[in-house]
């Protein structure tokens, strides 16, 4: 796992050259936001020491096996007191509820732990502002660190060569875009995050980018034509 500063109280997490977790520092310690697949809780909870912190809550910005896949280990070997907060639809869909009509797509964890907190937008954890942004999944979350207006999107962005929205497969990342629930409303979604007019974009695949606006209204563009 590879750890690559991205602010001062970002840290980027890289494994499998594929798929990115988050460390945001806060005054306790960290928040890790998502959990990439399964087998890698100990190299998570040793980034974080490395980094001088413990992880102190857990936030998932959706429920699919690449970002949720070391929940369960997570919670068990960092105890209770870690609190897990995540989009209540993908909660539920996690649960084993029927939320969507027809066929639910991507591939999703499977875990036995219950979030502690369900998530619906505008919520504070700690520094970060949740942003509702459903379409890659139906109860998909972003994250916008408020001291430097880094934007932790999750799926609702990639970034490898440029930035997408996966609606289409015809991109850098496809497998995003097979994993992508409405391919209509992910638009919307990346429309609102644009709307936040972040100054870094990180996503769940590919690297950082700087001053994305250009890069963001450039993906809109692209997707709003598939």
Not at 30 to 43: I, K, P, R, S
Request: net charge negative; glycine share 12%.
């Amino acid at each position: 796992m590879r750890a690559n500063t991205i602010t001062e109280n970002l840290i980027q997490l890289n494994r499998a050259h594929f798929v990115n977790a988050y460390l945001v520092r806060e005054p306790d310690g960290f928040t890790l936001v998502d959990t990439t697949l399964g087998g890698a809780a100990e190299q998570l909870i040793a980034a974080a020491r490395a980094a001088d912190g413990e992880i102190r809550r857990i936030a998932l910005t959706h429920g699919h096996v690449d970002h949720a896949g070391s929940l369960d280990t997570l919670r068990e070997q960092l105890g209770e007191g870690v609190e897990v907060l995540m989009g209540e639809l993908d909660a539920r869909i996690l649960a084993g509820e029927p939320v969507v009509d027809g066929k639910l797509r991507g591939t999703w964890a499977k875990v036995a732990t219950k979030p502690d907190t369900l998530l619906h937008g505008g919520e504070r954890i700690g520094s970060l502002e949740v942003v509702a942004c459903p379409g890659h999944s139906p109860g998909h979350v972003a994250f916008l660190d408020t001291r430097g207006r880094a934007l932790i999107a999750g799926d609702t962005f990639t970034t490898y060569r440029r930035a997408e929205i996966p609606n289409r497969i015809m991109q850098a990342f496809p497998l995003a875009t097979m994993g992508t629930q409405d391919r209509g409303q992910v638009v919307e979604s990346a429309r609102a995050l644009r709307a936040l007019d972040a100054e870094v974009l990180v996503c769940g695949h590919g690297p950082a980018v700087h001053a994305p606006a250009q890069a963001m209204d450039a993906a809109i563009a692209r997707a709003g034509g598939r």
